[in-house]
T-cell receptor, first 111, second 114 residues
Framework: EDQVTQSPEALRLQEGESSSLNCSYTVSGLRGLFWYRQDPGKGPEFLFTLYSAGEEKEKERLKATLTKKESFLHITAPKPEDSATYLCAASKGGATNKLIFGTGTLLAVQP | NAGVTQTPKFQVLKTGQSMTLQCAQDMNHNSMYWYRQDPGMGLRLIYYSASEGTTDKGEVPNGYNVSRLNKREFSLRLESAAPSQTSVYFC?????????????FGEGSWLTVV
């Protein structure tokens, strides 16, 4: 069964304390691994797409990496404004663009 | 820079009532989607439209209908609302229908069925 699992469910960091969020996936024929940020009361905001194992992408304090079984979202020296829920989603092979979402990691960065 | 726009933002319905959620995108995207988000569960696909004139069921289509009105607009209709349809609904779009294309989301519609 296709599945995406994110850990931890919640993470509390001090400002400047770097950490990583994990996204494990079992999806047949992965066609893309997506990361989104979701603020309370808002829709998911696109961050990154990774297409193949070994690929890395960076944006400000965030870096996403991909292996054949999991993806990591590394947060370097986070700030309070990085507090949000981070969602991971996998696009599986097939004719259509269907994303399988994880349940997210709620990140709180305290000043 | 509107992207994907949904209306209404909030709605309360009584069991058995009907309503339509409206969605429009200004990115000239071909494909559009409706997802629902429930606590403790990942976003789940209700219906999608790969291109203008086509619609298909997603993972949780029961109790819903959709209409792709034109390239810009994709509406979701609840014919007879049930408490199990209390959720946050997100409309989304992507440039192309194939897997791996980035999907962009609207701000959400909060629906409560009492």
């Amino acid at each position: 069964e296709d599945q995406v699992t994110q850990s931890p469910e919640a993470l509390r960091l001090q400002e400047g304390e770097s950490s990583s969020l994990n996204c494990s996936y079992t999806v047949s024929g992965l066609r893309g691994l997506f990361w989104y940020r979701q603020d309370p009361g808002k829709g998911p905001e696109f961050l990154f797409t990774l297409y193949s194992a070994g690929e890395e992408k960076e944006k400000e304090r965030l870096k996403a990496t991909l292996t054949k079984k999991e993806s990591f979202l590394h947060i370097t020296a986070p700030k309070p404004e990085d507090s949000a829920t981070y969602l991971c989603a996998a696009s599986k092979g097939g004719a259509t663009n269907k994303l399988i979402f994880g349940t997210g990691t709620l990140l709180a960065v305290q000043p | 820079n509107a992207g994907v726009t949904q209306t209404p933002k909030f709605q309360v319905l009584k069991t058995g009532q009907s309503m339509t959620l409206q969605c429009a995108q200004d990115m000239n995207h071909n494909s559009m989607y409706w997802y629902r988000q429930d606590p403790g569960m990942g976003l789940r696909l209700i219906y999608y439209s790969a291109s203008e004139g086509t619609t298909d069921k997603g993972e949780v289509p029961n109790g819903y209908n959709v209409s792709r009105l034109n390239k810009r607009e994709f509406s979701l209709r609840l014919e007879s609302a049930a408490p199990s349809q209390t959720s946050v609904y997100f409309c989304a779009s992507s440039a192309l229908p194939g897997p791996g294309n980035t999907i962009y989301f609207g701000e959400g519609s909060w629906l409560t069925v009492v």
